[in-house]
C-alpha cells in the first residue's frame, strides 16, 4: 500500500478491531462495576464512573478513525441536548471535541494529494501553504493558504481512502445500534446511519460540493446576515475556497454571550429556511463545526458537503399543514396529512389526538419569540419516547414520507443546535418569511 493509503485504511480489520473494542469494553466495564458494587460503593456513584469511561472511549474510537465513526459521533452530537443532562454529562465534552476536531493526516499525504488533484506545480498556485491543518473533519481537513492573487484561502482536502473506509465503519457501526442506544435513550440510530451511508457518494464528491457551495455563495453574495466563502478553485478531492474568519459555533455553544448564542441561533434559522427559495438547496448538515459567527454579526457558512436539492423551495404543504395545526383546525391537518401521506390510507387515527401530538412540537413559532432549551427538547423527546404513553403509541402510527425524511432530520438536527445554543430570537417571522403557505 502507497503512503498515501494509510491515512485511513482501505482494509477493515484496523478499524473493524477499534470498533469491536466499544461493545467488549462496556462489557468490561459493567462486570467491573458489579464488583465495585458488592464492595460497598453506591449504584450511583458506579453507574456514574462507567458512563463517564463509556463516553470517553466510545467518543475517542469515533474521532480517531475519522471516516464513517467520526461522522455519526458528529451527528450524534448533534442531538446531544434531546438527552438528559444526567445522562449527557458525562458525555457533553466529548460530543463537543467531536464538532470541530480530528487527529491529521501527516504532510506527505497532503502533499501527494494536492500534487494529484492540483498538478506537480500546485506549489505556483499558492504564495504560501500552512502544512498544520487549521481544522479536521470526517473525511477530509482543511489548511489554510495564500492564494497567489493574495486572498487568504482554505483548502479543503479529502482522505485518502475516505470512501471504503466510510462505508466500512458505518455498516460495522450498525451492529452496534444497542451500545449507542444505551448511551441515546429513544434514538433509534440505525435509521440514522441507513441515512449516512445513502448520502456517502455525494459527500465524497468535492465537484458536487464546490458547485453548491457556488450555488450558495451567489444566492448569499452581499447579504447582510449569512456570508458564504467563494470557492476559488476545486477538483474531485480539493476545494479552495475564501477563507472565514470567525468564532466557532461549537465555542458558542460552550462560552458564548447572551446576545452572540441569540444571534447565531436566529442566523441558524435564517439560512435553514431561506436557503431552498433563494439557492435551490437545503444545508443539510447543521452541524456546529460547519460554521463560525464572524465580527460584522454574519453566520459564516463553511461546509456544504450535505446538500439537498429543492428547486421549487420547501413544500408548501408543510407551511400550510403548521399554520392549520397552529389555527386548531384539527380535521384540516388530518385531511392534509393523508394526503401527503403521513397518514397512511389503512391508519384509524383521531383528528384532536393528532393534533395535541404534534402542536408542543410548534411551540417556537407559536408566538413571536421562543427560547430553545435543552429542557424543552428533552420534555419532547421524553414525551414521544415513553413507549407506554399516547403520544409514543401515535407517533409509531404516523409515516414519514421519502421525500420528507432529510427535511426532517434535519429541521431535527438544527432544533437539538439551537437548544445547545440556548438561544432566544423572533422565529416565528423568519418562518413567516420563508416557509411557503404558513404566512396567511
Not at 470526517?138 to 475516505?162: C, F
Not at 453548491?212 to 453574495?221: G, L, P
Request: aromatic content about 6%.
Amino acid at each position: 500500500m502507497t503512503d498515501t493509503g494509510r491515512d485511513i485504511p482501505r482494509g477493515t480489520v484496523s478499524r473493524t478491531a477499534k470498533l469491536a473494542s466499544l461493545p467488549l469494553g462496556a462489557a468490561g466495564r459493567a462486570t467491573l462495576g458489579i464488583g465495585k458494587r458488592l464492595s460497598g460503593r453506591s449504584s450511583d456513584e458506579v453507574n456514574a464512573e462507567l458512563q463517564q469511561r463509556t463516553a470517553e472511549q466510545l467518543f475517542a474510537v469515533l474521532g480517531q478513525l475519522k471516516g464513517g465513526a467520526m461522522k455519526l459521533g458528529q451527528q450524534l452530537s448533534i442531538f446531544e441536548a434531546a438527552v438528559p443532562d444526567e445522562v449527557a454529562g458525562p458525555y457533553r465534552e466529548a460530543l463537543v471535541k467531536l464538532q470541530e476536531a480530528a487527529p491529521p493526516m501527516p504532510v506527505k499525504t497532503v502533499h501527494a494529494v494536492l500534487n494529484q488533484q492540483l498538478g506537480g506545480r500546485w506549489r505556483e498556485r499558492f504564495r504560501d501553504f500552512d502544512d498544520a491543518p487549521a481544522a479536521a473533519a470526517s473525511i477530509g481537513q482543511v489548511h489554510r493558504a495564500t492564494w497567489r492573487d493574495g486572498r487568504e484561502v482554505a483548502v479543503k482536502i479529502q482522505y485518502p481512502g475516505a470512501g471504503p473506509a466510510l462505508m466500512a465503519d458505518l455498516t460495522q457501526l450498525a451492529r452496534f445500534a444497542r451500545l449507542f442506544a444505551a448511551l441515546f435513550p429513544g434514538m433509534d440510530v440505525k435509521p440514522l446511519i441507513a441515512e449516512l451511508k445513502d448520502r456517502v457518494v455525494e459527500e465524497l464528491d468535492y465537484g458536487l460540493e464546490a458547485d453548491a457551495q457556488r450555488a450558495f455563495a451567489a444566492a448569499y453574495a452581499g447579504d447582510p446576515q449569512i456570508a458564504v466563502p467563494r470557492v476559488v478553485a476545486s477538483a474531485p478531492k480539493v476545494i479552495v475556497s475564501e477563507w472565514l474568519e470567525g468564532f466557532p459555533l461549537s465555542r458558542v455553544i460552550a462560552e458564548g454571550t447572551r446576545e452572540q448564542r441569540d444571534r447565531a441561533g436566529v442566523l441558524l434559522a435564517e439560512l435553514h429556511f431561506s436557503g431552498p427559495q433563494r439557492a435551490g438547496l437545503l444545508h443539510a448538515d447543521p452541524h456546529p463545526g460547519n460554521f463560525r459567527l464572524l465580527a460584522d454579526g454574519r453566520l459564516g457558512v463553511i461546509d456544504f458537503g450535505a446538500t439537498a436539492r429543492l428547486p421549487e423551495g420547501l413544500p408548501e404543504p408543510i407551511g400550510r399543514l403548521v399554520r392549520w395545526a397552529l389555527d386548531g383546525r384539527a380535521d384540516d391537518v388530518l385531511t392534509d396529512l393523508r394526503a401527503e401521506g403521513f397518514i397512511l390510507p389503512s391508519v384509524e387515527v383521531d383528528a384532536q389526538g393528532v393534533l395535541d401530538y404534534l402542536l408542543p412540537f410548534l411551540d417556537p413559532i407559536a408566538a413571536p419569540r421562543f427560547k430553545f432549551t435543552r429542557r424543552w427538547m428533552q420534555e419532547q423527546a421524553a414525551r414521544i419516547g415513553d413507549p407506554r404513553s399516547d403520544a409514543s403509541r401515535l407517533g409509531r402510527q404516523l409515516n414519514l414520507p421519502p421525500a420528507y425524511l432529510l427535511i426532517h432530520r434535519v429541521t431535527i438536527g438544527s432544533i437539538g443546535v439551537l437548544c445547545q445554543l440556548d438561544a432566544e430570537a423572533p422565529y416565528r417571522g423568519v418562518v413567516e418569511e420563508w416557509l411557503p403557505g404558513f404566512a396567511a
